[in-house]
């Protein structure tokens, strides 16, 4: 049974920066494709982040372009999504997520989700 555990949210300034970890203990998150979505209060789930299994990286949007990085540490079985200089508007839940081909297309069915984490950037 694949479970996420999620880690590194938490309350960051304006400007502040925070990483966010996806591991999944006893499973192997190489083969997968990886990604991180976001749910600010009353607005839509929205993709963040993805990374293929041959590490090409999917953006969705601008939101995170510059600021957001997302990659693999295969030895820590880990997914990290590096933010900086985050933005009260950044403030969400964020989810990892695992697709068994690719990352998915906008509104594509997403496989497995985790149980998120929260991030709020406020001064």
């Known amino acids: 049974q694949l479970q996420f555990v999620e880690s590194g949210g938490g309350l960051v300034q304006p400007g502040g920066s925070l990483k966010l970890s996806c591991t999944a203990p006893g499973f192997n998150l190489d083969p997968y494709a990886i990604g991180w979505f976001r749910q600010a209060p009353g607005k839509a789930l929205m993709g963040v982040l993805c990374?293929?299994?041959?590490?090409?990286?999917?953006h969705y949007g601008d939101s995170a372009k510059g600021r957001f990085t997302i990659y693999r540490e295969n030895a820590k079985n880990t997914v990290y999504l590096q933010m900086t200089s985050l933005k009260p508007e950044d403030t969400a839940t964020y989810y990892c997520?695992?697709?068994?081909?690719?990352?998915?297309?906008?509104?594509?069915?997403?496989?497995?989700w985790g149980q998120g984490t929260q991030v709020t950037v406020s001064s």
């Open positions: 997520m695992l697709n068994e081909i690719r990352c998915p297309a906008p509104g594509q069915k997403v496989d497995h």
């Open positions: 990374i293929e299994r041959d590490n090409q990286i999917t």
